[in-house]
């Protein structure tokens, strides 16, 4: 077995490879494969696994790409991450991916499906609408005619027959690997300092370019090296990370947050990986039916669902209560409007529940924490000092 530290760095290199390279190895494997690239946040990568593909998440070049091109198609006051995929994709770095979904995540997005269209990149291109109606009937139905038709597009690549026994085999798969985050998260929430936020980041992230049975072999030697007692306690608060689903901060930031005094026990960093919680069902003949049950029943809160009948500020202040945590961060891309818009709402709750929270806003290429470590340093230091005092937050 590797050993923890080989497994981090091995994962770091995959997370951050801005040209996907293993993922072009595993399609050049055995004729047939096809690789479909899928933007934040979530999208069903049971199907795609189904189908004798790769579902390859994109998430941008972060800070480590410097953004010529996508410039030309965006406005300034857009967020930063289409103009960033845009330059990956210009620049050749996609060039080994038959296709591109893009999930409904707000009009941004959208809108980006359209410049992929317009410049014909990739074999297809499907804006993939998730449902808002979260009666099986309605909803359910919808969810399952969308899957239908990626399917229908790579079977018009490759050919592939998705079978219910195939598609039960996948699901199985992706199964095992939320189980394996899931533990991760419940160690760290009793044991937090057995592994940094940042090498969960690294180490989920590494998920969402390579073939998921890699990334099982991966994450069971990680919970066989966190289930021992490793690593020293420090003198931190604990708080959830909210807002951050779609672009990513740069991991300097992830880092700084932990620096500056906090534990973070849980996040949206990478939600489509911990979207549905529990198993989806494998023992059914109609599998789409079952991932479209979970998604209905066992999504997570996210701000691009307008779930009006399970609020998601009493959703998130679960998730607060269940981790033990003693605040929340709000962290939202600049001009992100879903994380942006529901930021009151939070904030209006948290301030009735007495859930103590900071704000703040980030791009994915800001590499200057020092105002927001700060900022973060002092609303840890404040609960540790005045635990028992009334609530009092910051939006910087």
Same mark, same amino acid.
């Given at each position: 077995?590797?050993?923890?530290?080989? *497994?981090?760095?091995?994962?770091?290199?995959?997370?951050?490879?801005?040209?996907?390279?293993?993922?072009?190895?595993?399609?050049?494997?055995?004729?047939?494969?096809?690789?479909?690239?899928?933007?934040?946040?979530? =999208?069903?990568?049971?199907?795609?696994?189904?189908?004798?593909?790769?579902?390859?998440?994109?998430?941008?070049?972060?800070?480590?790409?410097?953004?010529?091109?996508?410039?030309?198609?965006?406005?300034?006051?857009?967020?930063?991450?289409?103009?960033? /995929?845009?330059?990956?994709?210009? !620049?050749?770095?996609?060039?080994?991916?038959?296709?591109?979904?893009?999930?409904?995540?707000?009009?941004?997005? +959208?809108?980006?499906?359209?410049?992929?269209?317009?410049?014909?990149?990739?074999?297809?291109?499907?804006?993939?609408?998730?449902?808002?109606?979260?009666?099986?009937?309605?909803?359910?139905?919808?969810?399952?005619?969308?899957?239908?038709? #990626?399917?229908?597009?790579?079977?018009? *690549?490759?050919? #592939?027959?998705?079978?219910?026994?195939?598609?039960?085999?996948?699901?199985?798969?992706?199964?095992?690997?939320?189980?394996?985050?899931? =533990?991760?998260?419940? /160690?760290?929430?009793?044991?937090?300092?057995?592994?940094?936020?940042?090498?969960?980041?690294? @180490?989920?992230?590494?998920?969402?370019?390579?073939?998921?049975?890699?990334?099982?072999?991966?994450?069971?030697?990680?919970?066989?090296?966190?289930?021992?007692?490793?690593? #020293?306690?420090?003198?931190?608060?604990? @708080?959830?990370?909210?807002?951050?689903?779609?672009?990513?901060?740069?991991?300097?930031? @992830?880092?700084? *947050?932990?620096?500056?005094?906090?534990?973070?026990?849980?996040?949206?960093?990478?939600?489509?990986?911990?979207?549905?919680?529990?198993?989806?069902?494998?023992?059914? !003949?109609?599998?789409?039916?079952?991932?479209?049950?979970?998604?209905?029943?066992?999504? +997570?809160?996210?701000?691009?669902?307008?779930?009006?009948?399970?609020?998601?500020?009493?959703?998130?202040?679960?998730?607060?209560?269940?981790?033990?945590?003693?605040?929340?961060?709000?962290?939202?891309?600049?001009?992100?409007?879903?994380?942006?818009?529901?930021?009151?709402?939070?904030?209006?709750?948290?301030?009735?529940?007495?859930?103590?929270?900071?704000?703040?806003?980030?791009?994915?290429?800001?590499?200057?924490?020092?105002?927001?470590?700060?900022?973060?340093?002092?609303?840890?230091?404040?609960?540790?000092?005045?635990? !028992?005092?009334?609530?009092?937050?910051?939006?910087?």
């Amino acid at each position: 077995m590797k050993s923890l530290e080989q *497994i981090v760095n091995e994962c770091k290199e995959l997370a951050f490879d801005l040209h996907f390279t293993r993922a072009k190895e595993w399609k050049a494997e055995q004729e047939g494969r096809v690789v479909v690239g899928y933007m934040p946040i979530y =999208f069903p990568r049971e199907i795609i696994h189904a189908a004798n593909g790769l579902a390859v998440g994109i998430m941008g070049g972060g800070d480590r790409k410097q953004i010529i091109k996508g410039d030309a198609y965006y406005q300034s006051y857009i967020c930063h991450i289409p103009r960033s /995929i845009l330059e990956l994709v210009l !620049d050749g770095h996609t060039e080994h991916f038959d296709g591109y979904i893009f999930p409904s995540i707000c009009d941004v997005i +959208r809108n980006l499906s359209g410049i992929f269209k317009q410049q014909k990149i990739g074999k297809f291109v499907k804006y993939m609408d998730f449902p808002q109606n979260f009666l099986p009937e309605i909803g359910g139905v919808f969810y399952q005619q969308e899957m239908e038709h #990626v399917l229908r597009y790579i079977k018009e *690549i490759n050919g #592939v027959e998705v079978t219910p026994e195939r598609l039960n085999h996948s699901i199985g798969l992706y199964n095992r690997n939320r189980q394996m985050i899931e =533990f991760i998260y419940d /160690i760290r929430q009793d044991f937090p300092w057995r592994l940094s936020i940042e090498d969960v980041y690294h @180490i989920i992230r590494a998920g969402m370019v390579i073939p998921v049975e890699e990334h099982n072999a991966l994450l069971e030697q990680v919970c066989a090296h966190i289930a021992k007692p490793i690593g #020293v306690p420090q003198d931190k608060i604990k @708080i959830v990370v909210s807002g951050a689903f779609c672009e990513q901060p740069a991991v300097g930031l @992830i880092r700084a *947050i932990e620096q500056a005094g906090c534990y973070v026990v849980d996040d949206d960093y990478m939600l489509g990986s911990r979207m549905i919680e529990g198993d989806i069902d494998t023992t059914t !003949d109609r599998p789409l039916e079952a991932i479209s049950t979970a998604y209905i029943n066992q999504s +997570r809160y996210s701000s691009c669902i307008y779930d009006v009948s399970n609020p998601k500020e009493f959703r998130l202040a679960k998730i607060v209560k269940d981790r033990g945590a003693d605040g929340v961060i709000f962290a939202s891309a600049s001009f992100c409007d879903p994380s942006l818009l529901d930021a009151p709402i939070f904030q209006n709750a948290f301030n009735k529940m007495g859930i103590r929270y900071i704000a703040f806003q980030y791009s994915e290429n800001i590499n200057q924490f020092k105002v927001i470590k700060e900022q973060v340093g002092t609303f840890s230091d404040s609960i540790k000092l005045w635990e !028992d005092e009334p609530v009092v937050t910051i939006n910087a």
